[in-house]
């Protein structure tokens, strides 16, 4: 039978004993830092079990489609626990939020590094992937790649209100996180 072991932070105390070594690596770049025997960092705290109101959440994101200066007709909100640090998901490694676009609407289109998975929660409507086309209706859940360029329009007479989870946490932990907005 294995035993678990309990992690505790020891990066103070080990680099203090190459303090002066780290500092020579260190000092060839202001933005390059040395993590000292990754083993001893302490685990993120627990993730507790969440639930996200869709009654509390259209509210917002009506009152930001309504007033949105920089994308008209478009709101976007992300979900993140504070038990998961600055990896800004509700887990370690995913990302959920919705989005909301308003009738005859589209969305700027993009492309980021996180692989994201989309429930249609309401209306109707298609996202463009990669210059192919992919109609969708309430209920119904589609993928976009990482990568991928892509956009949602709505094609319906209510708000269209896309749930979607990415792998952002994951990529934002590895320094690797990256978003593109297409000319």
Known sequence: MSKLVERKDRQEELKERVNSLVSEVEE??????????????????????????????????QTIAENNDIEEGVAKIMFFSKSTGRNRGLTPTM???????????TTRPHSHNMAS?????????YSEIDG????????DVFVVPANAVHSHTNTGDEDAVLFDVTDSGLLESLGIL????QE
């Open 28 to 61: 060839v770049s202001e933005d390059l830092k040395v993590v000292t025997f990754m083993e001893y960092t302490a685990p993120p705290e627990e993730v507790k079990p969440k639930v996200i109101s869709f009654t509390k959440v259209l509210p917002i994101l």
């Open 117 to 125: 998975i989309y429930l249609v929660v309401k209306g109707k409507g």
């Open 132 to 139: 192919k086309r992919y109609d969708w209706n309430e209920g």
């Open 178 to 181: 990256e978003f593109r907005e």
């Open 95 to 105: 990302m959920p939020g919705f989005q909301l676009v308003k009738p005859g609407r």
